[in-house]
């Protein structure tokens, strides 16, 4: 199989406070893992793409001093909310890729962010 | 940059009615096409996936079909069921090595008993 876990799968803090969300990949190493907003009713919205053991990719217009992202092992990647605001209160889904060439990703059960 | 297209929106079928969802891509590097199932509140699910030297591909009640000279490809949904309701994407690898996904904007399949 390819399983990929996420956690938590909710979490809730204050404004100004730092939210730490894990992906795991269970059974697969996985070269590439994705960090994916979405909003309620929309598609997913890639964030970054990161490699084990490099800096992630960011895409335009997200802030790579906001969203950190960690790739420290080929089954763990953390994506870290700094000084979190109620706009980033969203739907926070994490895929892993096990190749380049097969393309397949799968993705985790997502975070459900919300900022008070 | 990559831009894929879906549509319709929203889809609503009767129950055994086939259902289709369509979407175009627009860089000619793209070779990887999946297909994704998302229930409300709950992860993506690859359901099917075509590669570009592939026409046609089809599991069961599913078919994909890819037409590479007009950049499109398209999901088949045969004799539906309740339980296919969820909102469907679609997606596109981008050329280069990193290959990564663009998302078509999605489509809610309802299909009524």
């Known amino acids: 199989g390819a399983v990929v876990s996420q956690h938590p799968s909710r979490v809730i803090c204050k404004s100004g406070t730092s939210v730490k969300i894990e992906c795991r990949s269970l059974d697969f190493q996985a070269t590439t893992m994705f960090w994916y907003r979405q909003f309620p009713k929309q598609s997913l919205m890639l964030m970054a793409t990161?490699?084990?053991?490099?800096?992630?990719?960011?895409e335009q217009g997200v802030e790579k001093d906001k969203f950190l992202i960690n790739h420290a092992s080929l089954t763990l990647s953390t994506l870290t909310v700094t000084s979190a605001h109620p706009e980033d209160s969203s739907f926070y889904i994490c895929?892993?890729?096990?190749?380049?060439?097969?393309?397949?990703?799968?993705f985790g059960p997502g975070t459900r962010l919300t900022v008070t | 940059g990559e831009n894929v297209e879906q549509h319709p929106s929203t889809l609503s079928v009767q129950e055994g009615d086939s259902a289709v969802i369509k979407c175009t891509y627009s860089d000619s590097a793209s070779n990887y096409f999946p297909w994704y199932k998302q229930e409300l509140g709950k992860r993506p699910q690859l359901i099917i996936d075509?590669?570009?030297?592939?026409g046609e591909k089809k599991d069961q009640r599913i078919a994909v079909t890819l037409n590479k000279t007009a950049k499109h490809f398209s999901l088949h949904i045969t004799e539906t069921q309740p339980e296919d309701s969820a909102v469907y994407f679609c997606a596109a690898s981008i050329g280069g090595s990193q290959g990564n996904l663009i998302f078509g904007k999605g489509t809610k399949l309802s299909v009524k008993p």
């Open positions: 075509i590669r570009s030297n592939v």
């Open positions: 895929s892993a890729r096990k190749d380049r060439v097969t393309r397949e990703q799968y």
């Open positions: 990161s490699n084990e053991g490099s800096k992630a990719t960011y």
